[in-house]
């Protein structure tokens, strides 16, 4: 069974919430380290939370949720080793994971989407990342950049 890890702060508590069950759904194991109710909590601690869980190994890919999805993303993207997409659509998610190999993907609970959400999620966990040259040559430069 594949693992992913899953955390939100205040700004997406429904939206996180219709993300596990669809990940269950699915047959992941979700390790869900969000809030569950409208408590304030700081998006960059919630990001830290679920990246330093991911780097500990065992999990496919990690689900951020906030307000916008921005500012878990910008966090989760100061943490070495993370690549985390911020999604708009299907085809965004796709890319996501075909030329980028996202290991995260966020999303916002107070955005409204043209794309369902559980729609990019599966268009993101339907793709595999591309070996192509070009792709591969790309991530290692952006992976390059943390030095």
């Known amino acids: 069974m594949s693992k992913v890890v899953v955390a939100n702060d205040h700004g997406a508590v429904e939206l996180t ?14 390790n869900y380290l969000g809030i569950a109710e409208n408590k304030s ?8 939370l679920a990246c330093d869980e991911f780097k500990k190994g065992g999990y496919e890919f990690g ?7 921005i500012g878990i993303s910008i966090s989760a993207n100061k943490i070495k080793g ?11 998610a796709q890319m996501a994971k075909e030329h980028n190999d996202a290991n995260f993907i966020a999303f ?12 990019m999620i599966k268009a993101y966990i339907g793709t ?20």
Do not use: W
Not at 82 to 92: K, Y
């Open 17 to 30: 919430a219709r993300i596990v069950d669809f990940l269950k759904s699915q047959g992941y194991d979700v």
């Open 41 to 48: 909590v700081d998006y960059p601690d919630m990001a830290k």
């Open 63 to 69: 689900i951020l949720c906030c307000g916008t999805g």
């Open 82 to 92: 993370i690549r985390c997409a911020l999604p708009q659509n299907c085809f965004a």
């Open 108 to 119: 916002g609970g107070r955005i409204d989407y043209k794309d369902d959400v559980i729609d």
């Open 128 to 147: 595999q990342a591309s070996q192509d040259e070009r792709h591969a040559r790309r991530r290692a430069k952006m992976m390059a950049l943390e030095k």
